[in-house]
């Protein structure tokens, strides 16, 4: 499981076969199909609004159910409806390769896992053009690149934000690229993250129990469950909203509890990938990550426990994607990885625990 200039947790992959790419309209879609289309393509695709538009204008969207291509943008969309995009062959990258160092944890011919630092963009965007995990893998491979989205690169199927360190799987093939979104896709891949929160998540609380959305399940763990669209007047920002966007799920369980109780270690699950998830969800239960400065808040650690002026500094959101479960699309292999926490991680806990 895309944040897509902005990364999410673990942003969702693609359906179809290669050359053509299957999406189904949502039961209450905008009323143009111009619109419905826009807003039905996952993020991966990296189909633009624009290139959609010229889609329709060519013949190249086709409604499932007759075959028949669909060229007017200002028709009436039909709720459910699924349609054909058709992909014309991946032209050659214009993105630089550059070489930089990769920590690969595992790789064959149609996959590699990554464990990505803190810091490192996904793919290229306006803002950060080059020194990306897109540039480093582009000399990595040499060659062999996946072609979904129109263009030959790496297949990127989720990202991970800048901040967040962890693992990150990649496509080399198409085979493999369309394999692992129908896993993304269906919510069937393992996806554990651990973070740093304030506060400690309880069913003992009486604000998360009066809370929409939250739940206990057996074992105190904490299910959050919202629907995720972008922040009315901040476009770069997630928020928690009812009547639209798309369905999100996050699952946080406490791993140990910190500083008097204070801020605590939890382990957080993906059931969907949605941009910035797992930030948002834990800031909308009042447990906002320690260094996040988009959704953190104004939260302060007292400066009488321990580790409360390392945390009040921590430069970023303490939040590592530790563990990638998946079946490999190609050999039907059970693979399972595991990332230790990095060292600025580590020695946060340190502190915390003084």
Known sequence: MTDSVAEDEDDEGLTG?????IVTLDDNP???????LAQAVPEEAALSRTRLSRMLAEGEVLDAETGLPLTDGKAKARPGQSLILLLTPALPTEMLAEDIPLNVIWEDADLIVIDKPAGMVVHPAPGSPRGTLVNALLHHFGGGLSGVGGVQRPGIVHRIDKETSGLLVVAKSDRAHHGLARQFRDHS???AYL???HGVPSAADPRLVGLRGIGFEPGGVLRIATHLARHKTDRQKQAVVWDQGRHAVTRVRVVEELAEGAVSLVECRLETGRTHQIRVHMAYAGHGLIGDPTYGGAWRLPGRLPGAELAEAFPR??????????VHPVTGEELSFESALP???QALLVALRG
């Open 317 to 326: 959101q303490a939040l590592h994607a530790a563990t990638l479960g998946f």
């Open 189 to 191: 891949l393992l996806r």
């Open 343 to 345: 060292g600025d991680m």
């Open 30 to 36: 905008p009323d143009r199909l111009d619109k419905a």
């Open 17 to 21: 076969e290669p050359g053509r790419l």
């Open 195 to 197: 973070a740093v929160a």
